[in-house]
């Protein structure tokens, strides 16, 4: 199926890995121009070549989303870079205890998790809305549907983007564009990875034993692929998904429980 956005330009928030960068992947072949954000400038270049096709325009942008000048420099350039799809993504705060989160954290975390990806993308929609189309898609958590344990302070927060994005597509919608986020079930990733560590020293076993129990535990017995999960992104991208807007898909082999 085509997916009919050659020639857009997507902007990917955290795409130097994991799946940011498969979104971008997936994108570019697609024939969509992309810009990269991250922290290292490094890690960017190997992004880059292994994003760029002979039918795409592949950018960096090293940014610290934590950073408040570095973001604000950011927002300051998107309305003159035609953004036509926006890709927020952030990674989680680390595992715990939710009762042992003190107002700090709560604050730093509710900056970067929340804050920077809605400026980012409504810095978006001035371009947006004078060509009538435009898509917003948040990579978000399965936590917000089904509660992971130790991962608390992820599923409260996460709840706030996906509770704008409903709001927003309804105040977006007869502007031709639309916001969905996606929410990915055990997908394999570092951070996946990092989650099976915590929980293993929980448990007093080993991080391959954690792996092996989440797996029996879907019902396609196994982790997602990265690209997996980004067909989705690329997929609710397209114009062939131009009826769908403020909506949670999940990619998760079934993996989620409630209705």
Not at 13 to 24: D, H, K, P
Not at 64 to 71: L, W
Not at 78 to 84: A, K, R
Not at 213 to 231: K, L, V
Request: charged fraction near 15%.
């Amino acid at each position: 199926m085509d997916l009919d956005i050659s020639g857009r330009r997507a902007l990917i928030m955290g795409s130097s890995q994991g799946l940011g960068l498969a979104s971008a992947q997936a994108l570019a072949c697609e024939g969509v121009d992309v810009i990269l954000t991250g922290r290292s400038t490094a890690r960017l270049e190997q992004a880059r070549q292994s994003v760029q096709t002979t039918r795409t325009q592949v950018d960096i942008h090293t940014v610290d989303f934590s950073d408040p000048t570095q973001v604000e420099t950011l927002l300051g350039l998107i309305p003159t870079l035609g953004i036509d799809i926006v890709i927020t993504n952030c990674g989680g705060p680390p595992a715990g205890d939710i009762s042992a989160v003190d107002a700090q954290a709560w604050r730093a975390k509710f900056e970067t998790m929340v804050n920077v990806p809605i400026q980012i993308a409504q810095a978006a929609l001035t371009h947006m809305r004078q060509q009538t189309w435009g898509r917003i898609i948040n990579i978000a958590s399965s936590s917000v549907v089904q509660l992971i344990p130790q991962l608390g302070l992820s599923s409260a927060l996460r709840m706030s983007v996906i509770g704008w994005a409903k709001a927003l597509s309804m105040e977006v919608a007869a502007d031709g564009i639309t916001v969905n986020s996606v929410i990915p079930g055990r997908i394999h990733t570092r951070r996946v990875d990092q989650i099976d560590r915590v929980t293993a020293i929980s448990r007093g076993c080993t991080p391959q034993d954690v792996a092996a129990a989440s797996q029996q535990a879907i019902p396609m017995q196994r982790y997602g692929r990265a690209d997996e999960f980004a067909d989705a992104v690329a997929f609710l991208a397209s114009r062939r998904a131009s009826y769908i807007t403020g909506s949670t898909l999940r990619v998760d082999g079934g993996l989620i429980q409630t209705m």
